[in-house]
């Protein structure tokens, strides 16, 4: 993880997504595509700079944020947008589809 984006636990979720554009990223360390999605995460964190955070949940460790959210597959991630969810993508993601729609909501 690097600075950029957040490794967050359920006790941190509520409170990082009340405010402000934040992606959430649900994951699992065993998850081949997750592991993809790594690095994109990192370049959508670097191209999105202060208007976003970039964070990631590991579901394995952090079960209540995934019930809560009904995240069934992963990598799922969830862009919320002052506590709502705006946007959900199911599946590893490319960086510039990311970037657009986080761009669109700050």
Do not use: H
């Amino acid at each position: 993880m690097s600075a950029n984006v957040r490794e967050i636990k359920d006790a941190d979720f509520a409170d990082l997504v009340k405010t402000g554009v934040v992606l959430v990223d649900f994951w699992a360390p065993w998850c081949g595509p997750c592991r993809m999605q790594g690095p994109i995460l990192e370049e959508v964190a670097a191209a999105v700079g202060d208007k976003a955070v970039i964070a990631k949940i590991n579901i394995d460790e952090n079960t209540a944020s995934a019930a809560q959210f009904g995240v069934q597959s992963i990598p799922t991630l969830l862009l919320f947008k002052d506590g709502s969810v705006v946007k959900e993508y199911v599946g590893v993601q490319r960086k510039d589809e990311l970037v657009k729609t986080i761009q669109a909501q700050a």
